[in-house]
């Protein structure tokens, strides 16, 4: 069974930054493309970053230039830097393989404002 956890959210400013992690258990990882969602106050879940499993990466054009995903397939883990967060960033970030057929983990909040 897949086991997804997401940590590193949490309350920042305008402009501010915030690194998550995302680890993956009971799964050959390495293999697999994975993806950084977010799902906003009565938004739908979107894709945000994607990273295949030879590091290609690409973003979605709101993120562009202000996120950015990596992984460490020895560690089953996942990343997203984002800077320059602005209020619309607000939401329940998940991470999954792309497409996003995992079971979802808990996700972790993300809370722009000042």
């Known amino acids: 069974q897949v086991q997804l956890v997401e940590s590193g959210g949490g309350l920042v400013q305008p402009g501010g930054s915030l690194r998550l992690s995302c680890v993956a258990s009971?799964?050959?990882?390495?293999?697999?493309?994975m993806g950084w969602y977010r799902q906003g106050p009565g938004k739908e879940r979107e894709l945000v970053a994607g990273i295949t499993s030879g590091g290609s990466t690409n973003y979605a054009d709101s993120v562009k230039g202000r996120f950015t995903i990596s992984r460490d397939n020895a560690k089953n883990t996942v990343d997203l830097q984002m800077n320059s967060l602005e209020p619309e960033d607000t939401a329940v970030y998940y991470c999954?393989?792309?497409?996003?057929?995992?079971?979802w983990g808990q996700g972790t909040q993300v809370t722009v404002s000042s």
């Open positions: 009971g799964t050959i990882f390495s293999f697999k493309a």
């Open positions: 999954n393989r792309v497409p996003g057929n995992w079971p």
